[in-house]
Nanobody, 120 residues
Framework: QVQLVESGGGLVQAGGSLRLSCAAS????????MGWFRQAPGKGREFVAT????????SYAGSVKGRFTISRDNAKNTVYLQMNDLKPEDTAVYYC?????????????WGQGTQVTVSS
């Protein structure tokens, strides 16, 4: 089991940027594809982006494509989400988790998430 700790959220004005980090414990981190997800108030958790174990393949939700960039550093057991041109609708708690080839979440236990609030 890998434990996940998200950080880097905050309050930002529309058009601003944030960089989220997800630090993972465990020696098997580099063998997993990883994903970022978010949950806005009153809504379900939704997919944001995924990255393959090597970092060579990424995918994004249509709502963030061109604005967000997912990356990883396996030496640091960390996955990142660079968020540019933020919009109020990006306001949510952001989480990371390992994903399988179909994009399904692997670990039942989530981290505490990191709050992103974008003001208009």
């Amino acid at each position: 089991q890998v434990q996940l700790v998200e950080s880097g959220g905050g309050l930002v004005q529309a058009g601003g940027s944030l960089r989220l980090s997800c630090a993972a414990s465990g020696r098997t981190f580099s063998s997993y594809s990883m994903g970022w997800f978010r949950q806005a108030p009153g809504k379900g958790r939704e997919f944001v982006a995924t990255i393959s174990w090597s970092g060579g393949s990424t995918s994004y939700a249509g709502s963030v494509k061109g604005r967000f960039t997912i990356s990883r550093d396996n030496a640091k057991n960390t996955v990142y989400l660079q968020m540019n041109d933020l919009k109020p609708e990006d306001t949510a708690v952001y989480y990371c988790n390992a994903v399988d080839e179909g994009g399904r979440v692997i670990f039942a236990s989530w981290g505490q998430g990191t709050q992103v609030t974008v003001s208009s």
